[in-house]
């Protein structure tokens, strides 16, 4: 009786299922990569992300028509901004329609009914606002989806602070979609 489960088991790993354990250490790896990277007064700077939280529109025409909103959040880190309605990743988790789409990063807007505002927290400096900004995704990885997920976006970044500077660095976060 054990060789047929131990068969089961070894086609299911296979076929890309796998354990909560699995999944669990995928996420801790993963996890490690999530940040906003970007040099600072001669000092690259990491500030960890925690994930980026998409929320769709329930209707597709809606969704067709009009952008989707995101917030990015982290250790001292808000980001607000909006995917354009043909990069809309949908309820499948689409990431790749991310791919090398320009998703704009606003100074302030609603995320499900919460007033949100674009700042960053900059080490051994007072909180400033970003004024506006954007990120173009450049690849996806991971396999687990959901909130205890490793999903990733990686790409490029540029942010106007709200004391004149520009940032530009990388950024690596989970994505995850809400609706």
């Known amino acids: 009786m054990r060789t047929p489960i131990i068969g089961v088991l070894l086609l299911l790993s296979a076929c890309g299922g796998g354990s909560e354990a699995d999944a669990k ?93 674009s700042r960053l927290a900059l080490p051994g400096k007072p909180e400033v606002k970003v004024l506006s900004g954007t990120l173009t995704p450049e690849s996806t990885s991971g396999k687990w989806s959901g909130s205890e997920g490793n999903k990733t976006l990686k790409g490029k970044f540029s942010l106007l602070l709200s004391d004149g500077r520009r940032i530009e660095g990388t950024f690596a976060v989970h994505a995850i979609t809400w609706g």
């Open 25 to 117: 250490k995928d996420r801790a790896a993963s996890m490690a990569t999530w940040a906003l990277l970007f040099p600072l007064d001669g000092a690259e700077v990491r500030l960890p992300l925690k994930e980026m939280n998409v929320l769709l529109f329930k209707d597709e025409e809606v969704a067709s028509k009009n952008p989707v909103v995101f917030e990015i959040q982290g250790d001292g880190v808000s980001l607000f901004g909006q995917i354009p309605p043909a990069n809309n990743p949908g309820y499948d988790e689409k990431w790749e329609k991310l791919i090398g789409a320009t998703l704009t990063v606003k100074p302030s807007g609603e995320f499900h009914h919460d007033a949100v505002e």
